[in-house]
């Protein structure tokens, strides 16, 4: 199970956080802060795998953010970094070369994408056509009511 993923800037800026569990917001921002310096840290070289509390970090960097995903100790630790890799993937496909600014401007896209992917903190779908599928539905379906209450007069939305 995925208790947490976390997206944050090599400045250690946190841009997305999703929990999967209950947590005092306290404890959060420690886990956060923790983690953050930890990887940050970390050499380029070293193994993407951190033992923290009673999970297990699994992290990537892709170009200025880093992808850092907690799971339970038994999970397969390679299979977390797949699921990190398909975000990515759909990321990159829905916004063209995903960028941090992507990120920080889009928000809501990104964690919509996150929740076509991962649902209560497993893995929902692995097909990449079908949640980029569900995504265009979703984008079409709002274009679709702003154009109808730009014409009922409800002016620009």
């Known amino acids: 199970m995925i208790h947490f993923i976390l997206l944050f800037s090599r400045q250690g800026k946190l841009r997305l956080q999703k929990w999967y569990e209950a947590r005092e917001t306290s404890e959060k921002k420690k886990i956060v802060r923790d983690l953050t310096s930890t990887i940050l840290s970390r050499k380029p070289k070293m193994s993407n795998f951190i033992e923290y509390r009673d999970l297990q970090i699994v992290y990537k960097r ?64 692995t097909s990449k056509k079908a949640v980029l599928s569900q995504i265009e539905m979703a984008d079409k379906f709002q274009e679709e009511e702003i154009i109808e209450l730009a014409l009922k007069g409800a002016g620009p939305v």
């Open 62 to 125: 892709y170009a200025s953010l880093f992808f850092c995903f907690a799971i339970d100790r038994e999970d397969n630790e390679l299979g977390a970094l797949e699921v990190i890799h398909r975000y990515v993937e759909v990321l990159d496909k829905y916004f063209g070369s995903v960028c941090e600014l992507d990120i920080i401007f889009n928000f809501e896209k990104a964690y919509f994408i996150l929740d076509e992917l991962i649902l209560g903190g497993e893995l929902q779908e």
